[in-house]
Every structure is written in structure tokens, then in C-alpha cells.
């Protein structure tokens, strides 16, 4: 193998592997220096020659002159006799400077050079790998289905490198094949076993609000703030957004006309429903903001608790609580206040709080009435059956028993 060959060869690798030529020269001259030491003993008097980019390697060793008898160091002297025949011209004490062939290193110093150069560019490229994406943390990226796991997916990026998309980063309802085209979030970059794994993210928050920047150009441009998503993947979210020029509308330019900006968004995140709701420094104001599309209609709040007592309208205490609790658990998370959920007690005579029944009825019992909402006795009767045994955890004959001692007070 000549010198051409060889360089030319690791010329390619470069190409292919961005590695810029300055690193690239460092790597072969630090590869070639070790042979050199091997080979000799010390480089010190060696100059390397390389052109990575015409694919030129010249080793140059330089030694002095020294009588035949005197010779003590052969790496860094050469008899005088030997000089001669290089050039007769030579005499004690010139400096020789001669040319060595890496032919003449043999074989196996040839392959272990090889073998060497490889692994430092792989290291190289593994550190590239690494950094690149470590300064790309929190960045959307697009890659393809490359191979489909049951608890991840290996996704290939437009360089073909190696990105894990986790079961537990995946919308519940993404169905991947490969080939597929996926987008997602960088959340995290680390090292493992000297090898750079790059985590993706379609339920963090962060993929949301980079959509959001995508698609919202006031967003993008700084003029609407995005100040806290908080989401349920596949399920819910509830953004809260700002802006500081009183001529912007943020929630109307983030939804857009009948819905066209953020309908891109929902699309992507597989039909997630996204309440855009305007940012206020007044708590009790982004509270009832935060509980939409439920109507409040007061609100005690215990500032050193950070806890907030609703009250609603019996129609509204649904809306606001969600389907599953979800939409009373996103807007406890946006505000930051733990929210309590309660019916607005109307006027009426005939009307007995729960605990009156406590003789009839366990204490646990009336406890799981209350999570509702539901403090008074009309206040369950007028739920239906259907939707009392779907928002508590009872049996429906503990129910049915609840319902006929509440009846029969009225009767």
C-alpha cells in the first residue's frame, strides 16, 4: 500500500463524515508520530508532510553527519559512509535529510496505522455527533422511521445518524412504519459506553411550543410570549400566552381564522385538543381563564396555600372539572394553585347539606360526593345516575341506596 492509497482512502472518510481538514491533518500527523516513535524511538527529528486534500504523505527524517566509528544514535546520526552514498558531496557534521517510505515501516505497521487512524476518526465523529446535538437540545428535528421496537424507535437524521424516539416520548396514539417521516424535540444528549444517544420527545412540552414557533410567525418574531404549557399528550393542552403590543390579539393569532394556524399543530400532535388562553399577572383572573370554557362564578383564594376555591353554577361544575378531571388538573398545573371545584349554593329552603344524611350515609361516602362538587343533597340529585357513577369511584347499588335516602327526604 502506498502513501496515495492511504490517504486518499481516509481523504473520503473526511468527506463523508464532516470532519474539517485542520482535524482531520492533527489526527494523521499525531497516527503517523506514533508509528514514528514505535518505529524509532523518538519523532523529534522528523518532519510530516500531509495534503489531505491532493492525497500527499512525506516523511522527512533528519540526522547529522558523524564519523563511521562515532555513530551512537542511529535515529538522530548516520555514518558518514552512508551519507555518501546519498550524496558524496556530505561531510561530518551537515545535516541529512532523507526521505522514509511508508513501505519501509512494513505490513503490519502499515495495517496497525490503519486500524488506528480509523478508530481516532471514529472517536472524532462520535465527539462531533455529540456536540452537534447537545447544542441542539430543546431544537425540532426530522428524521425517518429507520426501525420500529416495542419500547423505542431508531430514527435516522437527514446525515443518517442514530436517534432513539422512546415509547414513553410517543404519543399514545402515534403508529410509526419505516420509512415514515417523524418530527420531534432533542431532550436529551448523553455518552453511553463511549457512544453519543440522542433522546427524542413528541410529549414534552417543549415539541409544543416549537410548533408553535413554526407556526405562529408572532411567536416566532417575539411579539406574542408563550409563558406555560402544560399538556396531556394525545389529550389535552392549555397554553398560556402574552403579548405586549395592546393592537395584538394573542389567542386570536395563535388560533387563527375559524381555527388555520393551529390546526396544523393538532394535526401533528395526533388531534390534541389546545386551549390558548391570555396570560394575566391577576390570579383570579387566569384562573377563570385557565378553567374555560366553564363559567365561574366566584372565587376564594388562600395565596399561602396556593390553593383556590371555585364556585360554579351546577350546569358548569362538568366543564370545569373535564372529562377524566383533565381540564381542572391542566389548569391547577398552568396556575400553579391546587383548584377545588365547588356547586354555588342557591337559595333554597328545602335544600340539606350532605353531612345532615351523615347517619345514613358513611362519611367516605358523602367524602366521594364532595371531589365532585356535590355538597348538598340536591346538588346529587340533580346530576344524573349515569354521570354519578362515572365521576366517582362507587358501586352503582351504593349509588342507587345515596339516591332513594336523598329522594325520600323530599318526599
Same mark, same amino acid.
Given at each position: 500500500?502506498?502513501?496515495?492509497?492511504?490517504?486518499?482512502?481516509?481523504?473520503?472518510f473526511?468527506e463523508?463524515k464532516?470532519?474539517d481538514?485542520?482535524?482531520?491533518?492533527?489526527?494523521?500527523?499525531?497516527?503517523?508520530?506514533?508509528?514514528?516513535?514505535?518505529?524509532? !524511538?523518538?519523532?523529534?527529528?522528523?518532519?510530516?508532510?500531509?495534503?489531505?486534500?491532493?492525497?500527499?504523505l512525506?516523511?522527512?527524517?533528519?540526522r547529522?553527519v558523524?564519523?563511521?566509528?562515532?555513530?551512537e544514535?542511529?535515529?538522530?546520526?548516520?555514518?558518514?559512509s552512508?551519507?555518501k552514498?546519498?550524496?558524496?558531496?556530505?561531510?561530518?557534521?551537515?545535516?541529512?535529510? =532523507?526521505?522514509v517510505?511508508?513501505?519501509?515501516?512494513?505490513r503490519?505497521?502499515?495495517?496497525?496505522?490503519?486500524?488506528?487512524?480509523? !478508530?481516532?476518526?471514529?472517536?472524532?465523529?462520535?465527539?462531533?455527533?455529540?456536540?452537534?446535538?447537545?447544542?441542539?437540545?430543546? =431544537?425540532?428535528?426530522?428524521g425517518e422511521?429507520?426501525?420500529?421496537?416495542k419500547?423505542?424507535?431508531l430514527v435516522?437524521d437527514?446525515?443518517?445518524?442514530? #436517534?432513539?424516539?422512546?415509547?414513553?416520548?410517543?404519543?399514545?396514539?402515534?403508529f410509526?412504519?419505516?420509512?415514515?417521516?417523524v418530527?420531534?424535540?432533542?431532550?436529551?444528549?448523553?455518552?453511553?459506553n463511549n /457512544?453519543?444517544i440522542i433522546?427524542?420527545s413528541? /410529549?414534552?412540552?417543549?415539541?409544543?411550543?416549537?410548533?408553535?414557533?413554526?407556526?405562529?410567525?408572532e411567536?416566532?418574531?417575539?411579539?406574542?410570549?408563550? @409563558?406555560?404549557i402544560? @399538556?396531556?399528550?394525545?389529550e389535552?393542552?392549555?397554553?398560556?400566552?402574552?403579548?405586549?403590543?395592546?393592537r395584538i =390579539?394573542?389567542? !386570536?393569532?395563535?388560533?387563527?381564522m375559524?381555527g388555520?394556524?393551529?390546526?396544523?399543530?393538532?394535526?401533528?400532535l @395526533?388531534?390534541?385538543?389546545i386551549?390558548?388562553?391570555n396570560?394575566?399577572?391577576?390570579?383570579?383572573?387566569?384562573?377563570?381563564?385557565?378553567?374555560?370554557?366553564?363559567?365561574?362564578?366566584?372565587?376564594r383564594?388562600?395565596?399561602s396555600?396556593?390553593?383556590a376555591?371555585v364556585?360554579?353554577?351546577?350546569?358548569?361544575?362538568?366543564?370545569?372539572?373535564?372529562? !377524566?378531571?383533565?381540564?381542572?388538573?391542566?389548569?391547577?398545573?398552568?396556575?400553579?394553585?391546587e383548584? %377545588?371545584?365547588?356547586?354555588?349554593?342557591?337559595e %333554597?329552603?328545602? %335544600?340539606v347539606?350532605l353531612?345532615?344524611?351523615?347517619?345514613?350515609?358513611?362519611?367516605?361516602?358523602?367524602?366521594e360526593?364532595k371531589?365532585?362538587?356535590?355538597? /348538598?343533597a340536591?346538588?346529587?340529585?340533580?346530576m344524573?345516575?349515569?354521570?354519578?357513577?362515572?365521576?366517582?369511584?362507587?358501586?352503582e347499588?351504593t349509588?342507587?341506596?345515596?339516591?332513594?335516602? #336523598?329522594r325520600?327526604?323530599? %318526599?
Amino acid at each position: 500500500m502506498d502513501n496515495m492509497n492511504l490517504i486518499e482512502t481516509f481523504s473520503e472518510f473526511k468527506e463523508l463524515k464532516n470532519i474539517d481538514r485542520a482535524t482531520m491533518m492533527s489526527v494523521l500527523e499525531d497516527v503517523f508520530r506514533n508509528v514514528l516513535v514505535r518505529q524509532f !524511538g523518538s519523532d523529534e527529528n522528523f518532519d510530516i508532510i500531509i495534503n489531505v486534500d491532493k492525497g500527499d504523505l512525506e516523511i522527512w527524517r533528519n540526522r547529522v553527519v558523524v564519523e563511521d566509528a562515532d555513530l551512537e544514535d542511529p535515529a538522530k546520526e548516520i555514518r558518514l559512509s552512508d551519507a555518501k552514498k546519498i550524496d558524496e558531496d556530505y561531510e561530518v557534521g551537515e545535516d541529512v535529510t =532523507d526521505e522514509v517510505k511508508l513501505a519501509d515501516f512494513g505490513r503490519r505497521a502499515i495495517l496497525n496505522l490503519r486500524q488506528n487512524l480509523a !478508530g481516532k476518526i471514529m472517536e472524532l465523529e462520535k465527539d462531533h455527533i455529540y456536540g452537534k446535538y447537545k447544542k441542539r437540545i430543546g =431544537d425540532i428535528v426530522t428524521g425517518e422511521v429507520y426501525q420500529v421496537w416495542k419500547k423505542e424507535i431508531l430514527v435516522l437524521d437527514d446525515e443518517g445518524n442514530e #436517534l432513539l424516539l422512546p415509547k414513553s416520548e410517543q404519543i399514545p396514539s402515534d403508529f410509526f412504519r419505516k420509512g415514515d417521516s417523524v418530527r420531534a424535540v432533542v431532550v436529551k444528549v448523553e455518552m453511553r459506553n463511549n /457512544t453519543p444517544i440522542i433522546i427524542l420527545s413528541r /410529549t414534552s412540552p417543549v415539541f409544543l411550543e416549537r410548533l408553535f414557533e413554526l407556526e405562529i410567525p408572532e411567536i416566532f418574531d417575539g411579539l406574542i410570549t408563550i @409563558r406555560k404549557i402544560v @399538556r396531556m399528550p394525545g389529550e389535552r393542552a392549555k397554553v398560556a400566552v402574552e403579548s405586549y403590543d395592546e393592537r395584538i =390579539d394573542p389567542v !386570536g393569532a395563535c388560533v387563527g381564522m375559524k381555527g388555520s394556524r393551529i390546526h396544523g399543530i393538532v394535526r401533528e400532535l @395526533r388531534n390534541e385538543n389546545i386551549d390558548v388562553v391570555n396570560f394575566s399577572p391577576n390570579t383570579q383572573l387566569f384562573i377563570r381563564r385557565a378553567l374555560s370554557p366553564a363559567k365561574i362564578s366566584s372565587i376564594r383564594i388562600n395565596e399561602s396555600l396556593r390553593k383556590a376555591d371555585v364556585y360554579l353554577k351546577p350546569n358548569e361544575v362538568s366543564l370545569a372539572i373535564g372529562k !377524566g378531571g383533565l381540564n381542572i388538573k391542566l389548569a391547577s398545573q398552568l396556575t400553579g394553585y391546587e383548584i %377545588d371545584v365547588y356547586r354555588e349554593i342557591e337559595e %333554597d329552603d328545602e %335544600d340539606v347539606n350532605l353531612e345532615e344524611f351523615a347517619d345514613e350515609i358513611e362519611s367516605w361516602i358523602i367524602d366521594e360526593f364532595k371531589n365532585i362538587g356535590c355538597d /348538598t343533597a340536591k346538588s346529587v340529585l340533580n346530576m344524573s345516575r349515569e354521570d354519578l357513577i362515572k365521576r366517582t369511584d362507587l358501586e352503582e347499588e351504593t349509588i342507587d341506596e345515596v339516591i332513594r335516602i #336523598l329522594r325520600s327526604e323530599f %318526599d
